[in-house]
Nanobody
């Protein structure tokens, strides 16, 4: 069964850091690109970052460039999103996503709240 499970969200002060994890099962990361998205209340879902199937290419949304870093650990079947210099506007539910065997697959999301 194909699954993506996010974890690592929480409450952090502005300027702080969090690392999100997306643990996958039912497929191997070598064959699929994985992306991180976020959705804040009352706003549309926004693309944050993605990593290619071979891990050689990464991309970032303009609002997170220079602050967020995507990576992966094949042995752990996990994709990470390191988030530094967090701002209140980064507050959202964060989701990981992959188009696995021609099906758009999402995790359940993890809440990130940036507030003093």
């Amino acid at each position: 069964q194909v699954q993506l499970v996010e974890s690592g969200g929480g409450l952090v002060q502005p300027g702080g850091s969090l690392r999100l994890s997306c643990e996958v099962s039912g497929f191997t990361l070598d064959y699929y690109a994985i992306g991180w998205f976020r959705q804040a209340p009352g706003k549309e879902r926004e693309a944050v970052s993605c990593i290619s199937s071979d891990g050689s290419l990464t991309r970032y949304g303009d609002s997170v460039k220079g602050r967020f870093t995507i990576s992966r650990d094949i042995a752990k079947n996990t994709v990470y999103l390191q988030m530094d210099s967090l701002k209140p506007e980064d507050t959202a539910v964060y989701y990981c996503n992959g188009r696995i065997r021609m099906r758009d697959t999402w995790g359940q999301g993890t809440q990130v709240t940036v507030s003093s």
